[in-house]
């Protein structure tokens, strides 16, 4: 009986009787198709006609087969959406991007604790503060080395001691170390506390702390507002604070999955403070802060990889600040207060004349100009009357 022949290349019929070790001229290779031509892997010659490459005649000698080849594994199709399956039974699962609401669903509390970022200072930066720092040094000995005039008056608030020479240095200095306070006719220190309606009652109190005299009018920190932009890639989130000549020692940076803090000081007296409640959520981990002379860097590691929209969330409402009283204090700029009260309650002794010319001149003797809010009471129709 003849068989057919399933070695590749033969498709001869043969008899098994007749079957002999070189009876069977055959491929042993596979077949190749790159750059439009076709041949065997096991033989040189390539033709670009299929036809002449079905006829290529065999290279190899052996026996007869009837056996078919076995055909690669293909993955079998299932009609779930999960995936694939296939022989070996391993089973493969491809997940999309999570959804908006299942992200708003599953997004952790703004109030989680906070954590501070590791901070990586540039050299270039490093160089530049210790230059800074001995020009500071140096300035503050020259301060420290010049001759106080006699009869200049001490700067700390409530102290009203002249200098009359070295032994003055060696007195106490009793003064208020907290800042005066205008609110609802009442005149008092924060300090203390002890209110008064008599503006030269207010005037008298004496301090309440006991230190050095201070001669040199006092350099205070600002807080400011900071140009800041942000970009992204696949994996982070770059926040980026274009604050000059930052100083890490009195900076820091912290966060937790939904909000970053930047508490950053920079060209010595300057301070940016701001709370960014993040659109999305933050690896807090693996995030960190990079300190360069023109900015600095806070790259936020993705917890999930999807594009950020925004780098703040939009449904975020801060809660109002509450109401608090009006302090005039040399170490912030004044608050602008609300005054859209009624005439009928201001007492014809809460804002006087006189009482303007007394605030101006302390504020004068402590070395500040007089806040733009008191200044402008100056314009009241109830001081228009008076005049």
Aim: overall charge negative; hydrophobic content about 25%.
């Amino acid at each position: 009986m003849a068989l057919m022949c399933y070695n590749k290349g033969c498709g001869e019929r043969f008899d098994v009787d007749k079957n002999s070790d070189d009876a069977c001229l055959f491929h042993s290779g596979v077949p190749i198709f790159h750059d439009a031509l076709k041949g065997w892997s096991c033989c040189r010659k390539r033709t670009t006609d299929f036809s002449e490459f079905l006829s290529i005649k065999g290279c190899t000698r052996g026996r007869h087969s009837n056996e078919k080849p076995q055909e690669p594994l293909k993955p079998e199709v299932s009609s779930e959406k999960e995936g694939q399956k296939q022989h070996n039974g391993t089973e493969i699962i491809y997940q999309g991007p999570k959804s908006a609401e299942t992200l708003q669903k599953e997004r952790p509390s703004s109030d989680e604790p906070k954590t501070k970022l590791e901070v990586k200072v540039s050299p270039s930066l490093s160089q530049l503060l210790e230059k800074m720092e001995i020009t500071q040094k140096e300035e503050a000995k020259k301060q420290e080395s010049q001759t106080v005039m006699y009869g200049t008056k001490c700067k700390n608030p409530g102290c009203k001691t002249m200098y009359k020479g070295l032994e003055t240095n060696i007195e106490e200095c009793t003064h208020h170390p907290g800042a005066p306070v205008f609110h609802e006719g009442y005149k008092y220190w924060s300090c203390c506390c002890i209110k008064t309606i008599d503006f030269n009652e207010f005037l008298d109190q004496k301090g309440c702390t006991t230190g050095r005299h201070r001669w040199i009018p006092r350099q205070d920190k600002k807080k400011v507002s900071c140009r800041h932009d942000w970009h992204q890639t696949g994996a982070q989130v770059v926040v980026t604070i274009y604050a000059k000549n930052s100083h890490p020692e009195h900076s820091y940076v912290e966060a937790n999955r939904t909000v970053l803090t930047c508490h950053i000081q920079f060209e010595n007296d300057k301070i940016f403070h701001r709370d960014f409640h993040l659109w999305g959520v933050a690896e807090v981990g693996r995030s960190y802060v990079t300190m360069l002379p023109s900015k600095v860097e806070v790259a936020l590691c993705k917890a999930d990889a999807v594009s950020w929209g925004k780098l703040e969330d939009p449904n975020f409402k801060p809660e109002p600040e509450p109401v608090e009283d009006v302090i005039v204090t040399p170490e912030s700029e004044p608050v602008r207060p609300d005054w859209d009260i009624d005439d009928d309650d201001i007492s014809d002794d809460d804002w006087g004349e006189t009482e303007m010319e007394e605030a101006k001149r302390m504020m004068q003797e402590m070395g500040e100009e007089l806040p733009p809010e008191l200044e402008e009471l100056k314009d009241t129709p109830e001081l228009k009357k008076k005049k």
